[in-house]
């Protein structure tokens, strides 16, 4: 009799943890968060991520400086990442074989997490270069970002929209922190730098140089939001960078992808552990904040993982 009763309180307790959604996933999971260099926002926030999972789920997890977008979709792709920090811009590309990725298959295992914050596409150089816009960039050194990264992809774009492409400038695959030191040493004039506000970089350059952040605005962002639907305006506060001014520039929306390797219970425990710690994101990076449940679909190029929409839908973030 004692037998079969601890039997059948060992059967309600199964049945229990799987009606809760408590499945205990991290006994046989391990979960690489792919992010971007260590001095730029993905590696913080993605470090948080990490630690939510870890102690939240028991999940062993290992955070992965990347050169960001373009390489964090690659690795998802290979099975070698199973949640990435990835620019909405890149994610469309490699989603429809356009872009960057024209001529290659597309890739078609990516699933939405949830949209994360705006990424500001900053230009930056000094006072001394002489460069006030975009179009001065012409002739210039020039940091576009390290290979594989969404900035890179982006500096494109932001040339092509004023007449420019890198025919016309002397280009360097830099990432944050090489521009910003060449910057300072006198190697380049200018740095693509797309990335939440503020950089800690580009606070770093301000602090000895008087920055400035070139506006992208007028007929060259309205050129950018008809043809790459994934740009929008936004605005650098005056005094971000000890500059006087608000600056216009543009914005892409920062995502949390997931593979669509994961189980759909898996991928609903992470989506509610994350959601229900955002206090722990809010404390990695000032741009964090901007994560929410009213926000999750924003920017999104692509479909949510089906253990994602479960969450979202019972907490009505999507209908």
Not at 52 to 69: F, K, N, P, R
Not at 113 to 126: D, H, K, M, R, S
Not at 235 to 255: C, M
Request: with cysteine.
């Amino acid at each position: 009799m004692k037998k079969c009763f601890a039997i059948l309180l060992l059967m309600l307790g199964t049945t229990s943890s799987w009606a809760t959604g408590t499945v205990d996933i991290g006994k046989d999971l391990f979960v690489t968060v792919a992010t971007g260099g260590t001095s730029g926002v993905y590696y913080p926030i993605g470090g948080a991520v990490a630690n939510v999972l870890s102690s939240e789920l028991g999940i062993d997890t290992s955070v992965q400086a990347t050169g960001a977008s373009v390489e964090n979709i690659n690795l998802l792709k290979a099975g070698k990442a199973e949640i990435a920090i990835v620019m909405a811009d890149a994610v469309a590309q490699a989603y429809d074989g356009s872009g960057a990725f024209e001529g290659k298959e597309p890739i078609k295992n990516l699933r939405g997490l949830t949209a994360l914050y705006p990424n500001f596409v900053q230009v930056v150089t000094t006072s001394k270069t002489g460069i006030t816009s975009i179009k001065d960039l012409a002739g210039k050194h020039v940091g576009v970002g390290a290979p594989g990264s969404g900035v890179e992809l982006n500096a494109r774009l932001i040339l092509e929209a004023y007449g420019l492409s890198y025919d016309d400038i002397k280009q360097d695959y830099l990432s944050y922190s090489e521009a910003i030191d060449q910057i300072k040493n006198g190697m380049i004039d200018a740095a693509f730098v797309t990335s939440g506000v503020p950089n800690s970089t580009v606070i770093d350059l301000s602090v000895s140089h008087d920055t400035i952040v070139l506006p992208i605005d007028g007929e060259a962002m309205a050129y950018l939001k008809e043809k790459y639907p994934f740009f929008s305006s936004g605005t650098i506060p005056g005094g971000t960078y000890r500059q006087k001014e608000d600056v216009k520039t543009a914005t892409i929306t920062n995502l949390l992808l997931i593979s669509d390797s994961l189980s759909e219970d898996a991928a609903y425990q992470i989506t509610k552990a994350l959601f229900e710690n955002l206090e722990t994101l809010y404390g990695a990076h000032n741009a964090a904040k901007n994560i929410s449940l009213p926000t999750v679909a924003d920017g999104m190029p692509i479909p949510f993982h089906p253990g994602t929409e479960k969450y979202f839908k019972e907490v009505g973030a999507l209908k």
